[in-house]
């Protein structure tokens, strides 16, 4: 019987993936470890059944990845979460002294009256750190980074959960509550950054 695709991941997964993500969170935790305000420094290897989703999307009546193992470029995924949006940016000059990007964008929305989805998303080469418990000849070359707030990350994971993966259609007044709480934490996220400033001065130290 042959193989799936499925089957061939979880291989990957167990003997490739897996231990380059712990690799790589403690490289990360390492990069971080004196920064001031950072909430968590995680990676995880993609999931079986995400993956197998994502490899098999179909765009214009073809599939969207031809070879999804060389293709897909999160099976490996960090996040950094720091406290305030002035943080971000000192974060992402700590990881642009380590990493050359391949892609670096802002997610945002377009439209400056929407709310919805944000924060910072890289795509990276694999430092040698994460590769040592490995055969690099199987490994991935990049992985994706993300950096957010607290509250960026909360929303995120919250809609993720309730709205990107609802398993029933969503209504206007569905999506309208949600671009609600995203407005939210937008707002919250500048007050409690100008509040840092006021309160701790710009301090940098928590």
């Not at 897996?18 to 690799?23: E, G, K, L, V, Y």
């Not at 980074?145 to 029933?168: M, N, P, R």
């Not at 671009?179 to 007050?191: C, K, S, V, Y």
Request: charged share 25%.
């Amino acid at each position: 019987m042959s193989e799936t695709l499925a089957d061939v991941y979880q291989r990957h997964y167990d003997n490739i993936l897996s231990p380059i993500a712990r690799d790589l969170a403690i490289y990360l935790q390492g990069l971080m470890h004196e920064q001031p305000r950072i909430d968590r420094v995680t990676a995880r290897a993609k999931s079986v059944v995400s993956f197998v989703n994502k490899a098999t999307k179909i765009e214009a009546g073809k599939r969207k990845y031809e070879s999804p193992l060389l293709e897909i470029q999160d099976q490996v995924a960090a996040r950094i979460v720091t406290f305030y949006l002035s943080d971000v940016e000192r974060v992402q000059q700590v990881v642009s002294g380590y990493f050359g990007a391949i892609e670096d964008s802002k997610r945002e929305p377009e439209s400056p009256s929407e709310f919805s989805y944000e924060g910072h998303h890289y795509v990276l080469f694999l430092p040698e750190e994460a590769l040592r418990s490995v055969d690099r000849r199987l490994a991935p070359k990049v992985f994706e980074l993300q950096i957010k707030t607290l509250f960026q990350h909360a929303w995120s994971e919250g809609a993720h959960d309730l709205i990107y993966k609802s398993l029933v259609p969503l209504t206007r007044e569905h999506l309208r509550r949600a671009a609600f709480t995203a407005a939210q934490a937008w707002g919250a996220d500048r007050i409690f950054n100008e509040l840092s400033v006021e309160l701790q001065g710009g301090a940098t130290s928590h």
